[in-house]
């Protein structure tokens, strides 16, 4: 995807309709958009809940429908948030399959989910392009809990294997 492009192509092949997402990340209103990249994540592995989702769940999310997510979010942050943004901080932080607990937290750290101490509730998380690199989308809704970053993990490593997006080969 090139950056300087102002089309990005909502492809999904589960007949997944962008344009709010689109229309909301194009406004900058960046928690609704990340609301919105949840309910349209859920709605594409047929959820209800991100209780519901299982790791095998992640390893079948179409990859046409997360490239489409995370170029949107990538183009209107202007490279500051974005799946493939959080991939690249997961590799440098040690990241891959089955990552630690010390990769997840440092991880957190450098994202802005978590201080030297405490987690970030939701409404602490900040939603503007002051927050840390890869700060948004969250990608599950309550990273306090174990489930949430087994379901991070293998969605990072999902984007790792597929090399979702590299502007360098972009």
């Not at 002051?130 to 309550?142: T, Y």
């Not at 970053?149 to 997006?165: G, P």
């Amino acid at each position: 995807m090139n950056l300087n492009s102002n089309e990005v192509k909502l492809i999904s092949t589960k007949g997944i309709n962008y344009t709010t997402l689109n229309q909301l990340l194009a406004q900058g209103q960046w928690q609704a958009a990340d609301v919105e990249t949840s309910k349209l994540m859920l709605q594409i592995m047929g959820k209800q809940s991100w209780h519901d989702v299982y790791p095998a769940d992640i390893d079948h999310f179409p990859y046409g429908d997360l490239m489409t997510i995370d170029h949107l979010w990538v183009k209107y942050s202007g490279g500051k948030f974005g799946f493939s943004v959080q991939k690249e901080i997961w590799l440098r932080v040690g990241g891959f399959l089955y990552a630690d607990y010390q990769t997840e937290q440092q991880f957190a750290t450098q994202v802005g989910w978590k201080t030297k101490k405490d987690w970030l509730e939701y409404q602490e998380l900040t939603f503007s392009l002051n927050a840390p690199q890869g700060h948004l989308p969250l990608g599950c809704d309550n990273l306090r809990q174990v489930w949430c970053w087994a379901l991070l993990n293998r969605l990072f490593s999902r984007i790792v294997y597929y090399q979702l997006y590299d502007p360098q080969n972009n």
